[in-house]
Nanobody, 122 residues
């Protein structure tokens, strides 16, 4: 029903910046919340950031607060994760997610992208 495609990952040095993009297609309904999660090898998938359809509400994990910024462009069906001051512990596969029901923005997402690798070297 919904296809999400992430892009923008890569290999960077500590302190560098990256912008991840998530393009959505295959849906007719509006009002989706969008989120970003990440998963490092041997670790559980963890919440990173989320934004409501209107952009009025944003939520960030404490580990990225002040460094990452989530935004969206509804005309392009795309959301973005601006990642600044990257640290080696940010290394993970980053997944874009979407859900149609607004509630707790840190969980219960229905649709997922394939992921994009972010590697931060020291």
């Amino acid at each position: 029903q919904v296809q999400l495609v992430e892009s923008g990952g890569g290999l960077v040095q500590a302190g560098d910046s990256l912008r991840l993009s998530c393009a959505a297609s295959g849906r007719t309904a509006s009002g989706y919340a969008m989120g970003w999660f990440r998963q490092a090898p041997g670790k559980e998938r963890e919440f990173v950031a989320a934004i409501t359809w209107s952009g009025a509400r944003t939520v960030y994990a404490n580990s990225v607060k002040g460094r990452f910024t989530i935004s969206r462009d509804n005309a392009k069906n795309t959301d973005y994760l601006q990642m600044n001051s990257l640290k080696p512990e940010d290394t993970a596969v980053y997944y874009c997610a979407a859900k149609s029901v607004i509630g707790d923005l840190t969980r219960a997402y229905n649709y997922w992208g394939q992921g994009t690798q972010v590697t931060v070297s020291s």
